[in-house]
């Protein structure tokens, strides 16, 4: 993104950037700034401002800093010298540890394995160590500790709280969950005050310590929700506190899988609190430790042999329902304003009400108000609603807060997406989940059937089930009474005033004009409950969904449309909608998402969106071996020249070798210029990489050509038109 660097003066300079780019500020924000004839010093002689002096860097040898004594706070730092020496051997950093030469080597960096996972913008490299690497570290860190005038007192080690057990407290938002993956039990069933006893293993399976495991504080109390106290046995107690900070910590492996990660952090501290833990010492004391069998996950599962007690479930099975086109609220405003109607995904829906391109326009240069009463909206709420939700999405539904919107995939267990969804969470167990219309039947079957323990959702593991139960509810559904809602979306450069001045409210107003997106308010318009999320499908940048009580929405409808008329406010049908998504680059499902291949979120673009360091959701283990050998991606391109004839989902794509390398999944004239979306070859996504395309026309079929020989004047041949990858969204 770099166009030019000027000096302007001794003390200013000046960078251009070829186009806008948010990080650039905070990026230069940690460079160094340092005098040219410098540059080749930098690493032999630094400077800085800590509280050690740079004395000398000799090549192979080592690095050496001392006191400094200047150092702006009084007595420190408390070690008047500090040598670097780098040893590649591993039995002379040993021998020079037994010998006192060193003090600290860097075992923890030899048994690191690194590793890449996508992240919303680009790979990110991690890596994680050993638990007894890590371990070792610590006692060595201890024992140089020792040597330090005026050191910090260590950790708390654990105490009896009764004869020969230990008592341990873990706490925090996320505790529950932690300890669902680090104990062997069903820990999230627990009621205020239940107590089970269980096991701790590590990750091949060997037991860290037995524990008896209390819930200690009334669901009741939100800001303490997750408190428990482990009891266990006063030997093993400082390895358990130990595997469990490690697992906290998140940087200790427990897997083959290094991707996976237990949900953290939380606190786990020592505790000498007899009486609090006494529900948690008589589980460990009088029962036999549970290992939950068909919990989807804890650590040492893998170790352990498939239980002879428990049946498989079956796949799956979903009969999309047959009837007559459906109708929303809405219809009888399309009708009036003269739309075209069409069916789509089993509903009758405007098309368009001018044309598709004069739409198009509309909510780029003002704004369009689309009906989406035919999405689906559905509520999962109750205790364990974000639970279950974080085990059949691939995002990481658990780091929500409320007000929040999350983009988010339910995949099947082979991996394929069902459909692509937002998420919101309306308070702490409450969650409203928006799918496609083609796919809204059949996600209502999949999440009832899972939460109903009736189908499959692992197939290597057929007998698991998810652990909590939720209540699930349509919310376009009459039994839903007041809570039922409807979206309706207005998008576009003027969304953003024409929703505020129809905000009454001065504070809400002020909060709707800050909305960042992803975020949502409640909110009143002309007396109407609205639900007002930032989001949307068109590439705007102010882009809104209101969700509505469905008899609601004819008066909401109109009164937007009537208030918003000055600003070019215009009703838009689906057909703009799918060109407004597919010049921004949005995946449709069955184009650029599952479809006749298969296509993953990964390969549609949005890999950041799947949290592979969620140790389970349902589909991660499949779609992790698709990912490996996923060799083609959603590019998005333009053509290079007005006039050329339409090309249309399922033309080819080839190189500039002749090697057909893809084929087009959506694609859309504006103004002129047709831009589209295509699943090709990985090696062929670079931006400025040229490709061309072999329009099939509404066939789908080439016509018949001759051998190249066999041509005679008059004959016809297939000729492709140029396009040029551009950057992936709009």
Known sequence: DLDKVEALDDYQVRVSLKRPSAPF??????????????????????????????????PNSHVLVRRWEKFYVPGQPKVDEIRWIPVVENATRVANLKTGTADIVSEVIASVDTFRYQGVRAPITRGKSTHEALQAARRRVDALADRTPDRPGPRPSPVP????????????????????????????????????ATRALAGDGTEVSPVGVARTVAQEQPWREDAFVLACPLGRADALVAWLRDLSDGYVRFDSDLLMKVDGPVAVTPSADADRAAPAIDALRRLEPIVCANKPFFIGRASLSAPSDVAALPEFRFDPPAGPARRTPLHGEHIAARARMVGFAGWDMPVWYTSIGAEHQTVRQQAGLFDLGHMGVIEVAGPGAGRFLDLLTANFVLMMEIGKA???????????????????????????????????????????????????????????????????????????????????????????????????????????????????????????????????????????ELYVHPECAVGLWRYLLDRGAEAGLRPIGLGARDSLRTEAGYPLYGHELAGPQAISPMGAGYGGFVKFHKPWFVGREAALRAESQRTLQIIRFRMREKGVRMVRAGDPVVDRNGECIGHVTSCVAVEGV?????????????????????????????????????????????????????????
């Open 161 to 196: 709280v009764s004869e020969g057990v230990a008592a341990i407290e873990v706490g925090g938002p996320r505790a529950g969950v932690f300890l669902q993956c680090a104990l062997t039990c069903d820990v999230l069933s627990l009621p205020p005050g239940g107590s089970v």
């Open 25 to 58: 500020l905070a990026n230069i924000a940690f460079a160094m700034i340092v005098a040219r004839e410098t540059v080749d010093q930098i690493g032999l002689n630094p400077v800085g401002t800590g509280p050690f002096r740079f004395v000398e860097r000799v």
């Open 674 to 730: 047709q831009i589209g979306l295509a699943y090709v070859d990985r090696r062929s996504t670079d931006e400025g990489t040229a490709l061309l395309i072999y329009p099939l026309g509404t066939s789908g079929k080439t016509q018949s050509e001759k051998a190249r020989a066999d041509l005679r004047r008059g004959d016809r041949v297939s000729v492709p038109v140029e396009a040029t990858v551009i950057r992936r969204f709009r």
């Open 406 to 544: 999350q983009y988010s995939y339910l995949l099947d267990p082979a991996g394929v997406p069902i459909d692509d969804i937002l998420i919101y969470r309306r308070d702490r167990d409450r969650y409203m989940v928006v799918a496609n219309a083609a796919n809204e039947d059949r996600v209502k079957a999949w999440l009832h059937a899972v939460n109903d323990r009736a189908c499959l959702i692992d197939r290597e593991r057929p007998w698991l089930t998810v652990d909590t139960r939720p209540t699930i509810r349509d919310l376009k559904a009459p039994e839903a009474g007041d809570d039922r809602r409807i979206d309706i979306a207005l998008q576009g450069p003027r969304a953003r005033d024409i929703l505020t001045s129809v905000i009454g409210d001065p504070v809400m107003r002020r909060r709707v004009r800050q909305l960042p997106r992803f975020d949502f308010v409640e909110a009143e318009i002309d007396g109407v409950p609205v639900l007002i999320s930032r989001t949307g499908y068109t590439g705007e940048q102010f882009g809104y």
